[in-house]
């Protein structure tokens, strides 16, 4: 036994650790039979009641060990949130029969970017294992799933900072592949440096556009820096720890920065407190999604140039008691002055209302595109009483 009594109390930590990794393991198990009852049953397999009252009880029970609801809050709120997640992944599984024990996922910038970690993040809780497939362009990223190069594509297609990303959306103008699954993900834009300096000393930044957008009104209490754009973050923080110099940093993500042994010198440096994206995807084969969990539909539309046309189409949903929560609109290149929108929906693509407000919309658009439906994976966290 050791002399020294912290790391005697650190080893009986990292004990506790690996037992409570195996409690975890053995909870997320039992998840999954519950899935397994819930679809033989054919139950919904959100119980937010359930939550609420596993919540409550949860509070109670630890209040005599001096454990704070706050704290039990947010530790089972995530809990119930791998559940919910891994519940849903095994119906879409079943439903989908799909068995593919590794998938190549395509996504921006070599490794760290925040794609990346957004693809590893997916893979995760559906693949066995992940083979990374980075691409330097948006386009690139399509066209590797487009040609059966890669099995899936991951793209940001909006943050709650920089809001929706045009380049994305002009891109599913034309692409056949389906969206079939969304990733978000909170982001912590970080200052990156390769070696001891700080904030006075660094001369260049190198990123991502998006970042510096995000990140507007910290930058600006920089003047003299010079920002430096680059492919993706990870791009960046390679250029960092190659140039390995006190005047150069990047912005990007700790983990990402962690792949490159890239210091933390700054964090949570974005303009918004919740900086938040929204990743789409796609492949080449659209998905069922099954009517026990929440499902997302994304439509593209072009309606005519008479005025009132959109809010007719978007009465349609309305009509048929059907929630958008997204309305983008995008030039159509070569006409000038008219517009696609795409719609994102709380509805599933094989829903009676959906196929009547479908059938509605067909008549009354130029044009109408589903592209894709898909489980939403925004699982908001219940609150106790």
């Known amino acids: 036994m050791s002399d020294n009594p912290l790391l005697v109390l650190r080893e009986r930590i990292s004990a506790l650790d690996l037992k409570l990794l195996a409690l ?14 819930k679809q033989l049953h054919h139950r919904p397999i959100r119980d937010k009641e359930r939550e609420r009252d596993l919540l409550d009880a949860l509070i109670t029970a630890a209040k005599p060990y001096d454990l704070d609801g706050f704290y039990i809050t947010r530790l089972f709120q995530l809990i119930i949130e791998d559940s919910v997640l891994t519940q849903q992944a095994l119906l879409q599984h079943q439903l989908n029969q799909t068995a593919l024990h590794s998938a190549r996922i395509a996504f921006l910038g070599p490794k760290g970017s925040y794609s990346h970690l957004a693809a590893r993040q997916y893979a995760a809780r559906h693949f066995e294992q992940l083979i990374e497939c980075g691409c330097q362009k948006f386009q690139d990223i399509l066209t590797q799933v487009e040609t059966g190069q890669a099995d899936y594509a991951v793209l940001p297609i909006e943050n709650t900072s920089s809001g929706s990303i045009n380049d994305v ?12 699954g969304e990733i978000t993900n909170p982001i912590d834009h970080c200052v990156l440096v390769a070696t001891e300096t700080d904030l006075s000393q660094i001369e260049t930044v190198y ?29 960046a923080m390679e250029k960092v720890a190659q140039i390995n110099s006190p005047t150069a940093a990047a912005l990007g993500s700790e983990a990402g920065g962690a792949l490159y042994n890239l210091q933390v010198l700054e964090h949570n440096l974005a303009n918004q407190q919740q900086n938040i994206t929204r990743f789409i995807v796609l492949a080449r084969k659209a998905i069922d999604v099954s009517d026990q969990i929440p499902a997302k539909t994304t439509l593209i539309m072009a309606t005519g140039q008479q005025s009132g046309a959109l809010v007719e189409a978007l009465l349609v949903l309305r009509e048929q008691g059907i929630i958008m929560t997204k309305l983008e609109s995008r030039p159509i290149n070569g006409n000038p002055w008219e517009e696609m929108f795409y719609i994102d929906v709380q509805a599933n693509l094989r829903s009676e209302p959906m196929h009547k407000a479908l059938a509605d919309l067909t008549l009354m658009t130029r044009s109408l595109k589903v592209l894709g439906c898909y489980p939403s994976e925004n699982v908001v966290p219940v609150n106790p009483s």
């Open 207 to 235: 990123s991502h556009p998006q970042p510096f957008q995000q990140c507007s009104q910290f930058i600006n209490r920089f003047p003299h820096w010079k920002i430096e754009y680059c492919e993706s973050t990870a791009a």
């Open 24 to 37: 975890l393991a053995e909870r997320r198990e039992l998840a999954v039979d519950v899935a397994k009852a």
């Open 169 to 180: 959306y002009d891109l599913l103008q034309h692409t056949s592949l389906s969206i079939v």
